[in-house]
DNA sequence: CCTGGCCCCTGCAAGC
DNA sequence: TGCTTGCAGGGGCCAG
């Protein structure tokens, strides 16, 4: 489900209902996910303020004095606040309650989410060494560019490697490569650097654009208050197999880089 | 080091 | 209608 602009719509989201709020206890209905979850969330987060919601890639953290509660939504992780005594549903497998009377719920049919722990200070494994936040000019095609040399992986892949920059997936990859006008199936190696500042302006447009619209809702993705994503209506490529490419007309293509659908217009991606 | 393939899991839609 | 198959927004891990 959530890239980027899923992952950020969610934070803010959440993050107005319970920054600065206490947590009163947190209930677990299985005792894993994706990995199994920490002991540190049930034994350290009851009794803390959650101080802040931050995002590093996909990841949502929740930053307590105590340790920072890391939130990974997977491909169908969904984040909601809601009154206390709401009913609990199939998956709905994690609930952080709020001296506010909300709990914040972690709905996950599919449990390639993640709940972690990181103590005071350090970082998380998972979150060392992988790149830099693409809408920070930590993140340029110059970097792409330097990286790329010598790499034979179609520059699709490598744009969705979380060591050259987080936080692109499917969606936003397929996009920013129609939008730049280059070819998914070439070389990341021999993609011209010209090329590379022009992806890495799209990537950073077209990820805040998604956000500005609420993401992009496919199918089941809902931001915390229940609404869809508008950047649906604006994809070019992802998806639209066989339609008609908004610029020229040409059917869009899907092939398969990476084991993952890859949809571009072979006339205006070269 | 880089690359491609596999796998985790459930739900849904399409095809027979 | 019901069964089977393939596919889905992520990403860690492994062998070559």
Redo the contacts with the bound molecule.
């Keep these: 489900?959530?890239?980027l602009p899923?992952v950020e719509t969610t934070r803010r989201g959440i993050a107005p209902h319970i920054e600065g709020r206490r947590v009163t206890g947190v209930v677990l209905r299985r005792p894993d996910l994706?990995w199994p979850i920490p002991r540190e969330v049930a034994e350290l987060l009851p009794g803390q303020v959650v101080d802040s919601v931050d995002r590093r890639?996909?990841y949502l953290l929740l930053n307590t004095s105590a340790g920072t509660a890391l939130l990974?939504l997977?491909?169908?992780g969904m984040l909601r606040v809601l009154p206390a005594d709401t009913p609990i549903a199939?998956?709905d497998h994690v609930d952080i309650a709020f001296d506010t009377g909300s709990v914040l719920r972690f709905t996950d049919?599919?449990?390639?989410g993640a709940l972690l722990w990181q103590m005071p200070g350090e970082t998380h494994e998972?979150l060392e060494g992988i790149g830099p936040e693409p809408l920070t000019d930590d993140f340029d095609g110059e970097r792409m560019y330097q990286l790329s040399r010598?790499?034979?992986?179609?520059v699709k892949?490598?744009l969705?490697d979380?060591a050259v920059v987080v936080g692109v997936?499917?969606?936003y990859a397929s996009e920013a490569l129609f939008a730049a006008g280059i070819d998914p199936r070439r070389a990341?190696?021999k993609v011209s650097r010209e090329r590379y500042l022009r992806l890495a302006q799209e990537v950073k447009r077209i990820l805040a654009l998604a956000i500005n619209r609420g993401?992009?809702?496919?199918?089941?993705?809902l931001a915390p208050d229940g609404a869809p994503?508008y950047f649906f209506q604006e994809l070019f490529a992802y998806g639209r197999a066989g339609e008609a490419c908004k610029v020229c007309g040409t059917p869009i293509r899907v092939v398969t880089l990476?084991?993952?659908?890859s949809f571009y217009c072979p006339h205006c991606q070269r």
């Design positions: 489900m959530p890239e899923e994706r890639a996909k990974h997977g491909m169908s199939k998956h049919p599919r449990r390639f998972l010598g790499r034979t992986a179609p892949t490598f969705m979380n997936g499917n969606i990341a190696g993401g992009t809702t496919l199918r089941d993705f994503g990476g084991q993952r659908a």
